[in-house]
Nanobody, 123 residues
């Protein structure tokens, strides 16, 4: 069982940066690939990025590649999402999720989800 709690969301202007954090409970955190998804109003939840169990591999959605960076600290049971050069279209609720096994961009692969944190980017 893994419980996830996101933090760090907020209201920023276009071009600004934010760092989201995801705190995970449980002693098996390092056995989970960790991902970030987002859901904008009226839209389906979409994949943002995933990182492997060791942190050695990651995979980004094209829409955020070069602007967002995922990292993890297995000693602290933490996952981070550094978001730079934010755009209004990045506005969404951002969810942290955990999946056993290899990295995947499919939401159905992720077994555990946080409650989400709101990110709003004004133009």
């Amino acid at each position: 069982q893994v419980q996830l709690v996101e933090s760090g969301g907020g209201l920023v202007q276009a071009g600004a940066s934010l760092r989201l954090s995801c705190a995970a409970s449980g002693r098996t955190f390092s056995s989970y690939a960790m991902g970030w998804f987002r859901q904008a109003p009226g839209k389906e939840r979409e994949f943002v990025v995933v990182i492997s169990t060791s942190g050695g591999s990651s995979y980004y959605a094209d829409s955020v590649k070069g602007r967002f960076t995922i990292s993890r600290d297995n000693a602290k049971n933490m996952v981070y999402l550094q978001m730079n050069s934010l755009k209004p279209e990045d506005t969404a609720v951002y969810y942290c999720a955990a999946a056993q096994g290899g990295i995947s961009s499919r939401a159905t692969t992720f077994k555990y989800w946080g409650q989400g944190t709101q990110v709003t980017v004004s133009s």
